[in-house]
């Protein structure tokens, strides 16, 4: 009995032994067969839809990848240890499950592979839509800046520009800035200089004497303007006078005229008789112009002798300038002062052309404007004029008796004053003598 028992137990354990290896055997059989051909599914899977993309995905996400092994491998273990406590029934239907499992499974995770990959594929897309976008923001953005820049560059190539002119302005010469100036702002400038002229009395001086030149100097004497400005301080000098007196001169009406065109009214003013005050006042308007144009065509011939001046127009100067002086004598006593003042500035510069009519009136033009005026209340200038005269001549009976006579409708006593002065230096020997004695007496 013994003996028997013992071979029992030596086969139980035996077969026991036996049995277990086989069914690991077939564990590990159908387990290699499962592995293989997932692999093999997996493999092909993945070559046939997309090896690109699973070398990106395992380039992408090596950690998931790595994780998902484990997992597995935890879960076969469990596996494991269930079969080995569970029939084999229980482990061949296990087997049967996992069979499935494991082949759905593969085609899962294949499935979720080619999504994720899909999915990995767009996020680097979306990641390089992104750069992409950047790259063009980045393109955009220089070509903004070069733009910026360019618009820079022309603002200080603007700016360097308007510099220049600027500069080019400092360096004009001061004759060449004067030039540029209007009338009108030669006229501001005059005023900045307290000069009190205007285009008209410009004009009146001008027609007095056309030449520019000596017109300026005379205005630059009146107002004592030599060296009181600074061209590069104030903008303005004595220079400017001369620019203003000869725009003023290119504007006006004060260009000489032919000679023929004189002719006519010389013989008007030759044959003209005195009538009344508003006529005379009209004629000696008339022939002021006109005796305007025949100084203007002396001083723009250069002739100063009265005899050549006739053989230039045709006409007798020295009668036209006597008749003119009777008329201008008749007519001032009723005008005005300024009136005077005018008349006696150019006549001068008639006489002081024509020198030899300057040595045959001087006297005689000296006292009619003393004359006129003492006429209209200026006595102190007409009492200077007639003390100069009488300086400067021997024979004094006819001057004083002007000068005492002048005096009889304005101031008697002082008339009589004058003409017993005059007994000092003058007896009966001259022409006059019976009329100072008249003033004298009367």
Request: aromatic fraction near 8%.
């Amino acid at each position: 009995m013994p003996i028997k028992t013992t071979k029992k137990v030596t086969n139980k354990k035996v077969v026991k032994e036996e049995t277990k290896p086989a069914v690991e055997a077939k564990k590990e059989e159908v387990k290699t067969a499962e592995t293989k051909k997932a692999p093999a599914k997996k493999a092909t899977t993945k070559k046939a839809v997309k090896p690109v993309v699973e070398v990106k995905k395992e380039e992408v996400k090596p950690a998931e990848t790595k994780k998902a092994p484990a997992k597995k491998a935890t879960k076969s273990a469990v596996k494991a240890k269930k079969e080995e406590v569970k029939p084999a029934e229980t482990k061949k239907a296990l087997a049967k499950k996992a069979t499935t499992k494991k082949a759905v499974k593969p085609a899962v995770e294949v499935k979720k592979e080619e999504v994720k990959p899909a999915e990995t594929k767009k996020a680097p897309a979306k990641k390089a839509t992104k750069s992409a976008v950047k790259a063009k923001k980045e393109e955009v953005k220089p070509a903004e800046t070069k733009k910026a820049t360019a618009k820079k560059t022309t603002k200080k190539t603007t700016t360097k520009k308007t510099t220049t002119k600027k500069v080019t302005t400092k360096k004009m010469t001061k004759e060449e800035q004067y030039a540029k100036l209007s009338l009108d702002t030669c006229l501001d400038l005059a005023k900045a200089m307290s000069m009190n002229v205007t285009r008209d009395s410009i004009i009146q001086q001008l027609i007095l004497n056309p030449d520019v030149k000596s017109v300026s100097k005379d205005l630059v004497n009146k107002y004592q303007l030599t060296g009181k400005f600074n061209f590069e301080e104030d903008g303005y000098d004595e220079g400017l006078v001369e620019v203003l007196v000869s725009k003023v001169y290119e504007t006006a009406d004060i260009k000489p005229e032919k000679a023929e065109d004189l002719q006519a009214d010389v013989d008007h003013a030759l044959n003209y008789k005195f009538t009344d005050v508003v006529a005379d006042g009209e004629e000696y308007k008339a022939q002021f112009d006109t005796m305007r144009k025949v100084l203007m065509i002396a001083q723009h011939k250069d002739i100063h002798d009265s005899k050549k001046l006739d053989e230039e127009i045709g006409v007798d100067v020295e009668k036209f300038v006597e008749e003119f002086m009777d008329l201008a004598y008749s007519v001032l006593k009723t005008w005005k002062y300024e009136d005077v003042d005018y008349y006696e500035h150019f006549i001068y510069a008639v006489l002081s052309q024509l020198e030899d009519l300057h040595d045959t009136y001087r006297n005689r033009i000296m006292m009619d404007v003393a004359d006129l005026y003492i006429l209209h209340g200026d006595y102190g200038l007409g009492d200077a004029d007639y003390g100069y005269i009488l300086r400067e001549n021997q024979i004094k009976d006819y001057i004083y008796y002007r000068y005492a006579s002048i005096y009889e409708g304005v101031d008697k006593d002082k008339a009589k004053q004058i003409a017993n002065q005059a007994l000092q230096f003058v007896d009966d020997r001259f022409t006059y003598y019976p009329n100072i004695i008249a003033v004298l007496e009367g």
